[in-house]
């Protein structure tokens, strides 16, 4: 292993966590930005859509500017506008531009996301054998980094004008470290075609895939604490750790996934992590009592934690010439969940009530186990029975 390679690696997580923090910082202060520019749930309806299309439309493009510039250059763009969209948002004078704020973060995320993942395919390809999980694992370490510094923020009464605009500076330093001094040298540039494709044949299905465990964690992300709040009658204080909870169980999972992926093979991780998702969901719905909630966000997360992360890893594999492309599509149908799960769970929610409609996110989970065998693919090294590459970890 070269020690290119392994500073490679580091960088990668780095960056990862940077995303985590960035999309933390902005997901844990939505009360405080709510009350600061009195929005109506609609209103912040409406934002939470327009970071979402913010994010889907940044897609389009993704693939192409890799294919231009190569992924360390655009993991730099990508943070640039990332971290802009913090004190954008934090400025937000008016609800139009509060949802135009959100939009440019929806677009450095998306941006950043891509770019870091398709670096991630070329050093996991240079190793040769599975650690997109542990990446994404990074990406769970930095939310919950975030969350805490958000806490802190809070308990000390630091407005969002003055935390966000630090935290983007500081983040964004971060990722330019990482990305000048760490990531491998042009890779990426010039790789596929300079245009946006929608999943050929072989990646629709991962695009599914993508598209079910996106909506399965967004579910949690963005209604967990609501949940509990308004189902269970938890404390504002015990309805934050649902959130906690999951994002734990995903950071633990996400560690060793690409071990068990390596001996088991990515179809029956995937099948054995969508029975765990949904038992966990069933807790959440069946449970009267807070504590009973919480733990059962915790096994969503056990669940849920590998699966984009695989969908993703597979997706570069398969189109291997230009893996940034096949990455940036399979990830447009995955956030096309984060932009209809907030969507569909609200306007159900205004129907049915929050708990029958957070059963919806049950029912798209049990996708994945249906399109689990399209994960099944031949390795260009050891392969597995389901052509995960075998090599030991």
Not at 30 to 56: I, R
Not at 63 to 74: D, P
């Amino acid at each position: 292993m070269t020690g290119e390679l392994k500073r490679a690696r580091l960088g990668v997580s780095v960056v990862f966590a940077v995303c985590g923090a960035a999309f933390a910082t902005w997901l844990a202060r939505v009360p405080a930005v709510q009350a600061q520019l009195g929005l109506s749930t609609g209103q912040l309806a409406t934002g939470l859509f327009g970071l979402a299309a913010g994010s889907v439309l940044a897609l389009l493009g993704a693939g192409a500017l890799l294919a231009r510039i190569g992924s360390r250059a655009a993991v730099v763009l990508g943070a640039v506008v990332l971290c802009a969209g913090l004190p954008l948002v934090a400025f937000a004078w008016s609800a139009p531009v509060f949802v135009a704020a959100l939009v440019v973060l929806g677009v450095g995320n998306s941006l950043l996301d891509v770019a870091m993942n398709a670096h991630a395919a070329r050093v996991e390809d240079g190793y040769g054998r599975p650690i997109f999980a542990g990446f994404h694992a990074f990406w769970n370490i930095g939310g919950l980094a975030g969350s805490g510094v958000d806490a802190l923020m809070e308990a000390t009464h630091v407005p969002v004008s003055v935390h966000f605009p630090i935290a983007g500076a500081v983040l964004l330093a971060l990722a330019l470290w990482a990305a000048r001094t760490r990531f491998l040298a042009g890779a990426d540039r010039g790789q596929g075609d300079a245009a946006f494709a929608w999943p050929g044949r072989a990646l629709v299905p991962l695009g599914v895939i993508a598209f079910c465990g996106f909506v399965a964690e967004g579910a949690v992300n963005s209604w967990s604490a609501v949940y509990l709040a308004d189902v269970t009658g938890a404390t504002p204080a015990l309805a934050s750790l649902g959130y906690f909870a999951f994002s734990t169980t995903m950071i633990a999972i996400r560690l060793v996934a690409d071990r068990v992926v390596a001996r088991t093979g990515a179809v029956r991780f995937a099948r054995a992590a969508t029975v765990v998702a949904v038992l966990g969901f069933a807790v959440v719905l069946l449970a009267p009592w807070p504590v009973a909630v919480i733990l059962g966000f915790a096994v969503v997360g056990l669940g849920v934690a590998g699966i984009v992360p695989i969908a993703w890893s597979v997706a570069s594999r398969k189109q291997a010439d230009k893996p940034g492309q096949a990455v940036a599509a399979v990830a447009a149908c995955g956030y096309l969940g984060f932009l209809v799960e907030p969507v569909l769970v609200g306007a159900l929610a205004t129907r049915v009530g929050l708990h029958w409609a957070l059963s919806s996110a049950v029912v798209v989970t049990l996708g994945i186990f249906a399109l689990a065998p399209s994960l099944r693919e031949a390795s260009r090294r050891s392969p597995s029975a389901d052509g995960v590459p075998g090599a030991a970890v």
